[in-house]
């Protein structure tokens, strides 16, 4: 069975990939995903907080009197300098990438135009074969215009490239006017792949205690249903990688994003859940399903059941819409 898959550019032993998540926190962490058979790790992001906090770290530092920065690091106190989260994110990184025989793609998380985007190029030098670019933005100011959120995230985007030459892929929500332009917009300003989608974490209330739960719950498979569907829309629109996130827990929910047309299928709550051997359980899965159904590769399946290139995708969706509530109501239109 050929599983083989390209994504970003970059050629896989299969479509299979384990997201950013606590699990690749770790060395020991991403060595188990890759020995679980994956065909990529994310590295769990590093967020653009940390790197402001770092920044002003440093600042506080030259200003304490101190001459030569660099020079200070060699007498400060024991800690102070070393175990900051970019650096241990870069240290993890660099012998992560050495360790394994997988592609580590790096994850850089941030919402500002601001100089965090520069530190995509530490993240590069330590060995990431691409970096995942999450625009987890939420626009809390009513007054923000949908164009200026879009602006946001093709900026960023531009500003990554910049400093880079390894693929970027755009994480990106999905809580647009219109899902589809953004994509096309990023596409062509140059995103390598476009990763759908961000998993916005909605707080709860407790009633009881009068207080607001931040939570952090992880997926159910009705979740792969919104990114599935806009998979299959943009397929045969943008020529970025696409790769979906959301609601895989067993073999079956990977084919069918194979089918509505990704190049990889993203994995983090199964994976937190079931432990990262679950990695082989899905790979099996998925072949078992491609013996059963006749395909000899991946390739021969992926986008099966894609919109097809020049139909009217409004009126695609909105047939799907009518006949699904068609069918719900017993109606006889
Ligand atoms: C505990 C946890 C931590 C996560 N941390 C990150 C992160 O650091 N960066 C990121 O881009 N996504 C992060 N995610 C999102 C996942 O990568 C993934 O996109 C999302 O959970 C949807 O996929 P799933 O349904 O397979 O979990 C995290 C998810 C969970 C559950």
Redesign the pocket.
Known sequence: MDLSTRYLGLALRNPLVA????LSNTLDGVRRLAGAGVGAV?L??LFEEQLRREAERNARLADAGIDSFAESLSYFPAGAGTDTGPRRYLNLLERAAAAVDIPVIG?L?GVTRSGWTSYARAIQDAGAAAI?L?V?FIAGDPRMTGREVEQRHVDILGQVKDAVTVPVAV?LGPQFSSPGEIALRLDEAGADGL?LF??FLQPDIDPETLAVLPG????SPA??KLPRAWISLLRRQVSASLAA????EGPVDVVKYLLAGADVV???????RHGPQHAAVLLDGLSQWMARKGYASVSELRGLLAVPAGANQAAYERAGYVRALRGANGVPW
């Not at 997201?19 to 606590?22: E, I, T, V």
């Open positions: 997201s950013a998540s606590p994310v769990f992001s994850s998380n995942e999450n987890y994480k990763v961000n998993r952090v719950e992880l997926s979740e792969a996130t959301s609601g895989v993203m994995t983090a709550s199964a994976l937190i």
